[in-house]
Each structure stands twice: as C-alpha cells, then as structure tokens.
C-alpha cells in the first residue's frame, strides 16, 4: 500500500470551498525538465576529481602547479559555493579537507566563514599551511532536500601581499568519515512518451528539482511505474517526493519504498499545495538505492505530473466596468520630478520637510508607496511613461537614441481622442531633438542650465493654461533636483560646524571635486524643497483658474538617486532600490479616495494604461502594464497583487536587467546568461530594503528560480522586441554634448 505524507489538509477540502473557476496544469513537469536541475544524492565529493566547467561559475577553478588535488579559489572573488545534493532530514556531521593558500599574514589573520543554504556554521580564523581537517555538525533545519549551497567565505581579503588565490579545498564529506554513501553513475534522467502518458525517468541515486511559485488552489497530480529490472531481492529503492521553501524548510510530500513486489503501475492521490499559494518552492523528485546501477539497473518513471491550479487570478474588488467614471471632460496633468527618490519625501517617512506643498497635495490623492520605475535614468524611463513599453521596446535607450516617430505615445492617443496637448520640459534628453514631442500641440524646452527652473516652466504652463483649452492634457518635466545643482539663495542650506564635524564623510564627485556626504545630501534636498515651491504655485494657479477640481494629476519621478549606498553616486548605472524606486501619486477628479495609502507593488509601465483607462480611451492591446483603475478607484484590499513580477532593466545595451517578486530581488549584470555568480545579486527585501547582504550563494531556492524568471523574459524580448519600431540614433551637436556633459551622461 502506498504511504502518504501530507504537508497540508486532506485532499477532499481542498474542493470543499471551491468556487466554479477553471483549473488547469500550470506547471507541467515535462514540459519543464530543459529547466530542472540534476543531482547526484551524494555523500562524499572529491572536489578535484569531479570537476567542472560550471564550477569555475561559482568562484572554483584548479591548476596542477598550485595543487594537485584539489579545487582553489582565486585572491579576486571573495567567495566560493560547493554545491551538492542531499535527502537528508536529520543532523549532518560535514567533514572538510582544507588549506590556506594565503602568505603569513603579519597582523590579524582574515577570518574563514562557512554558510549553509545562508545559515553560517562555522567561523575561524584563516592561516597556517598544509590541508587539515575541518569538522562541523550542521542541525538539520540548515539541511534541505535537493539541492544545497555551501559557502566559502574570507573576510577580509588580504590585498598587495602578492598572493593567487586564498583557499584549496579537497574533498567533503556528510556524515561521519568512513561511513557508507550513494554510489553514483553517469547516467541522467530521461523523457519517455507512452501511449497517453509523459513520464521523466530517474535512475538510481537521482534528485531531480524544479523550482516554481505555487498556484492558488494548487495540487501535484502524478503516477509511478517502477522497473525494477531484476527479481529476488532489493537493494533499499526509495522513491520520495520533497518541497522546500525560500526559508530553507524541507518537508515530504511522498514517500514509497520499492521493490519487486511491487506492481508497475501504481496510481497516486493528489497531493494538497493550496497553502503554499504564491510561494516560491523546490519540487525535488529523489530515486534512492544502496547499490550502484551496474548492480541494480533500477529506474522508476513519474508519470503525467503536473501541477493543477486556478488560471487566473483577478482582484475581488474594484471598479472594472468600462468607461470613465468621472463627469466629462476632465484634464490630465502630468508633473514630473527629475531624480527624485521617495524616500527624501516627508510623506514617505523622511524626517526632513523637504516638500510642504506635495504633502499637502497628496493629502488630496492616492499615493502608491511601492512604485517602480522600469529604468534607473530618464530616457528610457520616460520612454515607457510616454509609450507603455519596455526599454527594450521602445529603444530610446542610450545618449544618441530617441523615440521612434513609428511609436504611437500617450501624448498621440490624447490627442486624437479630443484632448488639448501641452509638453514643457527642462531635460536636455527630453525635447524635440529626441522625439519626444510627438503628439504635442505645443511643446517648450528650456534647459534648466539656461534659466529652465521649475518655476521657470511654471510661466509657460500659466500662459497655456489661462486659454482654457479643454479637455487638455499637460507634461511638465522639472529638473530639480537632478545635478547641477541650480539652487536659489532662499533655499541654499546652512550648516553648523557641530553638524559638519558629526557628518564629516567626504566623497568624490565630478565637477564638485571633494565634498562632505552631508553637505551633498542637503543640496539635494534643498533642491528637492525648491521645486515644491514651484509646485505648490501651480497647483494654486490650477485653483484660481478654476481647473483643479476637475483635472486628474499625476505627480511622479522618473526615478531615484543614490548617494554611496552601494558605492556611487547619482543614476542610471545600477538597479538598487535607491535609483528604481519613484513617486507616483494621482489626485483624481473631484479628489476620489483622497488620502489612500496603495501598499502593493505598481509599476511605471502601467500609468499609460492606467489614465486611458480612467478616460475611457480603448488602451492599446501591446501594452504590457496594467491599468490600475481596480486600485485607484476602490479601498485597499487582502486581495491577490496586480503584478507577481516586476522587470527593470539600465545600462549598455541594458545589460543591467532585476526582477522583483514579492520579497525578493535579483539583478542581473552582463550579456552572457550563465550559473556565474558574479553576475548576480540576490537580496530579501523584507529583511533588507537597503540592500546590503547578497544571497545569491545562500538561497538555492529562491536564487534559481529567479534567476530562471529573469533570463526567461530577457529570451523573451527576441519577440517581443517586434512590437516595437526601430529607435532613432541621432548625431549630437555640440550643444547636445555640453548639455549631456553638464548632467553627467557623458564624461
């Protein structure tokens, strides 16, 4: 009789509260074994003698001169991970053969830490000569089913000593030394089609994982065949089915023992998954024996497995009906912040009040507190604000690129659908040279290095807006507090010496030369209160005109800046939270929902669709993003998030792409899509918004599967790509290159 270890309820009350929707396989074992990743149940690796080129990706390499037996880590990458499978779920004695391979320090020597799937267990210092023996017991929460990430670590690297590389490692061993261990073949798991059936065949001493987020309502369907291959005894053959979860948690799902006795065909209940809903997980499949496949040419097939779950998933609540919801005509104000990130804001918890007139305009409004921009720089950023597609797509994505004419922008579709269209800006990328006017009726740039302050702009938006023309809808694109700094004298910050002496952090900065952190950081901020002025004053203007009512107003940035957090300063070179995170806040008309708190992820993309959407304009079907009408025109709610994934992406030839879901984020840098775990960046945003702990060589689970979502849809975009025209590379003037240069976009 089949054992069954159930994680969750029954099988019969998971249908017990199902509603009628369709349920279907949404995760398709077979379908996805390209993707799965193969193990060998393992429990003594000798490191030299099971080499591979994927190694060298997680920081190994060998060279007989050095070592002869062993795996070495080069001085320049701080960190190694062995990887290795393991079904056990009992404590674990690890035993390492090890050796420095460090000059005599002639201080304090580095400390050599060792982490476990993230947990470290051991600690010590790092000299001496010669391999020894390192042991260690390892509890067995640390442990998970399937795969496993043991982390080499050394703190800090010695520099100018002259030295290679830092550590040599032998062999490991779990369990206790001499102890008996999984003998592993060559063979790999194979696709087989019978008639009706697909099935992934395993041989012996197999894992075979396959990382997935878990569908609402979820269940794992499948069914065994066992060939054993032989009659008279067994060797110990054990199928079992594992889950583990981004917070190294391993449970058994199934377990069966096998054997002659036997039958080939064995069906299977379901298995409940529903509690699991939006969790990333690792499904591991393990075929275990005592004796090697020469012996024992056992395998057992998996059959028809699948994961069945609810299709789609739509918010409970909101206002979906079609249509606007607002009296007609209403206007459309877009006021952008160049450069500003959220979190200098005092409605965002910032102790400073840098913005007066925004937080009292988004007393009027719905804030959206968890806002992601698609780019880390204003091209591309305002690329997908203007078009609704991705960087990639639209292609106004370096110095020389702008929109393309072909590209159809919010600005066009307003237009024909009867609205009045105005465009002001002040950035040097986002004028008529690039494109950007396309749809504009009338359209001004004035450079904020030739007087295009904020308030400067403010005049030329008076002047449009004292004609009354509307329905209308008005781009203002402000520049404070991007660098230059272009700070009036009423809002220059003053400092004590007291605070000069308590911030005394001084930072490079080109065209500023040596300036206290402090001190650089106030500027900003003056900026940033310098512009709420200019705010402020046009949204008075909105009220004496009698237009403020009646006009949706969007105030957003297009993203963020960074001042040393991760080493740099200003934009547009990396995807950390402190350059992709932006405002974004709406006043609706006749300021609907004023003072609503939005708490789930949006992003960006979705503001095209969204106002089409409120104005009841058809929004184009290309549009990637979502309308966030539901959000906007009804409370919070506990239901599902609009988005589950968020992609960003900066850089040359956006070599710089992350992905966010849920709490977690990887980054990706580099135009090779590889194991290499220089190219990754993993972080928990819940247990660290700012960044700070990479846990690429620390979680397996939720490293591969983001690292599969990520690098799928950058495969994506091959095709995706089409929806979009060719951008438009044009050959700067002289002027375009000061302007740049002045801004920091050319060195």
Not at 362 to 388: K, N
Not at 626 to 633: A, Y
Request: aromatic content about 10%.
């Amino acid at each position: 009789m089949i054992r069954k270890i159930f994680l969750l309820s029954c099988f019969c009350a998971i249908f017990s509260s199902c509603s009628p929707d369709p349920e279907v396989v949404i995760f398709d074992f077979f379908q996805e074994f390209p993707q799965a990743r193969m193990l060998a149940a393992e429990k003594h690796a000798e490191l030299f003698q099971t080499w591979t080129t994927e190694a060298r990706m997680f920081g190994w390499t060998r060279d007989q001169k050095i070592d002869k037996t062993a795996l070495i880590v080069p001085i320049k990458r701080a960190r190694a991970v062995f990887r290795f499978g393991s079904v056990s779920m009992e404590d674990q004695r690890f035993t390492l053969q090890l050796r420095s391979l460090l000059s005599p320090p002639t201080g304090p020597a580095p400390m050599l830490n060792i982490h476990l799937n993230g947990h470290r267990v051991h600690a010590s210092p790092w000299d001496g000569t010669g391999f020894r023996e390192l042991s260690f017991t390892v509890p067995k929460e640390h442990m998970q089913i399937g795969e496993n990430y043991l982390e080499f670590q050394c703190s800090p690297l010695p520099d100018q000593t002259g030295d290679t590389h830092w550590l040599a490692l032998q062999s490991v061993r779990f369990g206790e030394a001499g102890g008996s261990f999984y003998p592993v073949d060559d063979s790999e798991p194979q696709l087989v089609k019978t008639v009706g059936k697909k099935g992934l065949v395993l041989p012996a001493n197999t894992i075979l994982d396959f990382v997935l987020k878990v569908p609402p309502r979820a269940v794992l369907d499948f069914d065994l065949a066992f060939d054993a291959a032989r009659s008279g005894n067994t060797y110990g053959e054990k199928f079992v089915i594992a889950l583990t979860t981004t917070s190294g948690e391993s449970s058994v799902l199934f377990e069966q023992g096998l054997g002659p006795g036997i039958g080939r065909d064995m069906g299977t209940a379901p298995i409940d998954l529903s509690s699991l809903a939006d969790q990333i997980c690792r499904i591991s499949f393990v075929f275990l024996s005592d004796v090697p496949r020469e012996r024992s040419p056992a395998t057992v097939s998996i059959l028809n497995a699948g994961i069945r779950g609810r299709a789609g998933r739509s918010r409970p609540d909101g206002d979906t009906s079609p249509g606007t919801p607002f009296p007609q005509p209403f206007n459309i104000l877009i006021y952008l912040v160049d450069c500003l990130r959220p979190d200098h804001l005092p409605f965002h918890g910032y102790p400073r009040n840098t913005a007066p007139h925004m937080t009292e305009f988004v007393r009027d409004s719905v804030l959206f507190s968890q806002a992601y921009a698609q780019s880390s720089w204003t091209r591309p950023s305002v690329g997908v604000l203007f078009t609704g597609l991705y960087p990639f797509q639209h292609l106004a994505i370096d110095l020389k690129s702008g929109l393309a004419r072909e590209h159809r922008t919010l600005a066009e579709i307003l237009q024909d659908a009867g609205f009045h269209t105005l465009g002001i800006s002040s950035n040097a990328g986002i004028k008529q040279f690039f494109n950007f006017d396309q749809g504009f009726s009338y359209f001004k740039y004035h450079s904020n290095l030739e007087g295009g302050t904020a308030d400067r702009l403010n005049t030329y938006a008076f002047a449009e807006l004292q004609k009354k023309q509307t329905p209308f809808f008005l781009y203002v694109h402000t520049m404070e507090p991007h660098r230059p700094y272009q700070l009036k004298e009423e809002f220059a910050p003053v400092f004590t010496e007291d605070e000069l002496a308590e911030n005394s952090r001084v930072v490079e900065v080109e065209n500023l030369g040596s300036i206290n952190l402090y001190r650089l950081i106030a500027m900003y901020d003056a900026t940033i209160a310098q512009n709420d002025k200019s705010f402020g004053d046009l949204m008075a203007e909105l009220k004496r005109l009698g237009l403020y009512d009646e006009t949706l107003i969007v105030l957003m940035s297009d993203h963020g800046e960074q001042f040393y957090e991760h080493g740099g300063f200003a934009h547009g070179q990396n995807l950390y939270q402190e350059t992709v995170k932006h405002l974004f806040a709406v006043k609706l008309p006749g300021q609907m929902n004023a003072g609503a708190v939005i708490p789930e992820n949006v992003q960006e993309i979705d503001i095209l669709p969204t106002l089409l959407d409120l104005a009841g304009i058809p929004v184009p079907s290309y549009c990637p993003g979502s309308s966030l009408r539901s959000l906007l025109l009804s409370p919070p709610s506990s239901g599902p998030p609009l988005h589950s994934e968020i992609f960003m992406e900066t850089g040359v030839d956006l070599n710089h792409k992350a992905i966010i879901t849920g709490r977690w984020k990887i980054i990706h840098v580099g135009k090779n899509w590889s194991d290499d775990l220089r190219e990754y960046e993993l972080f928990d945003l819940e247990e660290d918004p700012g960044e700070q702990v990479n846990l690429i060589g620390r979680n397996p689970v939720a490293a591969e599967y983001l690292k599969k979502r990520l690098s799928g849809w950058a495969l994506a975009q091959k095709k995706l790509v089409n929806i979009g025209k060719e951008g438009v590379e044009k050959t700067l003037t002289e002027k375009e290159i000061r302007e740049l240069k002045a801004l920091g976009y050319i060195k």
